[in-house]
T-cell receptor
Framework: SAVISQKPSRDICQRGTSLTIQCQVD?????MFWYRQQPGQSLTLIAT?????????ESGFVIDKFPISRPNLTFSTLTVSNMSPEDSSIYLC????????????FGSGTQLSVL | QQQVKQSPQSLIVQKGGISIINCAYE??????FPWYQQFPGKGPALLIA?????SEKKEGRFTISFNKSAKQFSLHIMDSQPGDSATYFC?????????????????FGQGTILTVHP
């Protein structure tokens, strides 16, 4: 199974600043996904990142707020821009393993607190 | 909008008991139904999954029951243990295509916090 490393694991940030979250996978994967999990809530898909293409954003999420990079088949970044306290959440990276959609794996997440 | 509704929100079970979590979906375009287990500070981990053409799948103490006509599916945890205490999410996957690449899009239920007392 794919091993996913996310950095940082947690951070406390000031309002108005930006944070870039890194997701590194130990194998080449085509699709990478970014999710948000607000405190005590379920997971919501932010965007889908296909290497070599622009990320596809879900309704309610925009590129200016959550720019995503996908420079190669093992790495992606999510930036949370111009942060406000409402952005305090856990952000998770997910990938499809060799089994495709039947094998979706998640990183441990980045717990973000915005003051 | 595609939705997956999950209940109960929280569940307390005695050790050795049966934990049952239910989910219902509205859209028939889902192709796969996984369950995820999440411990505090960790990302969700795939527990068990089922295809819509199968009525039941069992893996160890975990069983999924699937009722396609009712658009409902449930997770049964037999002989529940304190180590099973976690948050459980049902999900439904719809198959999409981006730039010629097929992938699965997950829609999660709201989650169930399971507590198993010793």
């Amino acid at each position: 199974s794919a091993v996913i490393s996310q950095k940082p694991s947690r951070d406390i940030c000031q309002r108005g600043t930006s944070l870039t979250i890194q997701c590194q996978v130990d194998s080449q994967v085509t699709m990478m996904f970014w999710y948000r999990q607000q405190p005590g809530q379920s997971l919501t898909l932010i965007a889908t990142a296909n290497q070599g293409s622009e990320a596809t954003y879900e309704s309610g999420f925009v590129i200016d707020k959550f720019p995503i990079s996908r420079p190669n088949l093992t790495f992606s970044t999510l930036t949370v821009s111009n942060m406000s306290p409402e952005d305090s959440s856990i952000y998770l990276c997910s990938v499809e393993d060799e089994g495709g959609y039947e094998k979706l794996f998640f990183g441990s997440g980045t717990q973000l607190s915005v003051l | 909008q595609q939705q997956v509704k999950q209940s109960p929100q929280s569940l307390i079970v005695q050790k050795g008991g049966i934990s049952i979590i239910n989910c219902a979906y509205e859209n028939t375009a889902f192709d796969y139904f996984p369950w995820y287990q999440q411990f505090p500070g960790k990302g969700p981990a795939l527990l068990i999954a089922i295809r819509p053409d199968v009525s039941e799948k069992k893996e160890g103490r975990f069983t999924i029951s699937f009722n396609k006509s009712a658009k409902q599916f449930s997770l049964h945890i037999m002989d529940s243990q304190p180590g099973d205490s976690a948050t459980y999410f049902c999900a439904a996957i719809s198959l999409l295509n981006a730039g010629g690449t097929s992938y699965g899009k997950l829609t999660f239920g709201q989650g169930t916090i399971l507590t198993v007392h010793p």
